[in-house]
């Protein structure tokens, strides 16, 4: 079952506004993925972290990676209505197995 | 990039009757997929571990017998969902993890919306 949950579900900002998302796995992760599904769509991936404490960068998203390697978050400085989506973690154990998040909802308002 | 092929995208079936959807990994050779199952605004759920020659590995709570997996070469795997009911109505999608690249990150297939009536 879902080992890794995200905070908030859903959320509703106006564009401009900056974004967070949250990312928690019960169990010490060998390494973090995230995703981004467009609505009718499929998730595509965006990010991979693997280092303690790692931050990584894409244009005005952050991705960063806890120090106990059991938690993440996805930063959007100032949305804009193309980032609209449900953004998932994957956590990503020993083995080949990763489990989803549960995802959190973005509306960006115009 | 690799690319994953899903079918079919959508299928309406009966209650009782059964359906196949297909994963295909079209440029890669793919000894793992996943299949996914996802209800509206929810999260990807995954249902089991397709193993090529082996059998499929299912998460606790998923029906092996209700959703047969097969997985009978590196580049096709298959979810048989038997004597279908309404509540088996949702979207599946199937996955497969690039391992060769250093992010090993999960490429998806389209995605099947089946409904059930």
């Known amino acids: 079952g879902q080992q890794v949950m995200q905070i908030p579900q859903y959320q509703h900002v106006q564009e401009g506004e900056d974004f967070t998302t949250y990312c928690n796995s019960s169990t010490t992760l060998s390494n973090i993925q995230w995703y981004k599904q467009r609505p009718g769509g499929h998730p595509v991936f965006l990010i991979q972290l693997v280092k303690s404490g790692e931050v990584k960068k894409q244009k005005r998203l952050t991705f960063q990676f806890g120090e106990a390697k059991k938690n993440s978050s996805l930063h959007i400085t100032a949305t804009q209505t193309t980032d609209v989506g449900t953004y998932f973690c994957?956590?990503?154990?020993?083995?080949?197995?990763?489990?989803f998040g549960t995802g959190t909802s973005l509306t960006v308002i115009p | 990039g690799a690319v994953v092929s899903q079918h079919p995208s959508r299928v309406i079936c009966k209650s009782g009757t059964s359906v196949k959807i297909e994963c295909r990994s079209l440029?890669?050779?793919?000894?793992?997929m996943f299949w996914y199952r996802q209800f509206p605004k929810q999260s990807l759920m995954l249902m089991a571990t397709?193993?090529?020659?082996?059998?499929?590995?299912?998460e606790q709570g998923v029906e092996k017998d209700k959703f047969l997996i097969n997985h009978a070469s590196l580049t096709l795997s298959t979810l048989t969902v038997t004597s279908a009911h309404p509540e088996d109505s949702s979207f599946y999608i199937c996955s497969a993890r690039a391992l060769w690249r250093e992010s090993a990150e999960a490429f998806f297939g389209q995605g099947t919306r089946l409904t059930v009536v």
């Open positions: 440029d890669f050779q793919a000894t793992t």
């Open positions: 397709s193993n090529e020659g082996s059998k499929a590995t299912y």
């Open positions: 994957a956590g990503v154990q020993t083995g080949n197995q990763f489990y």
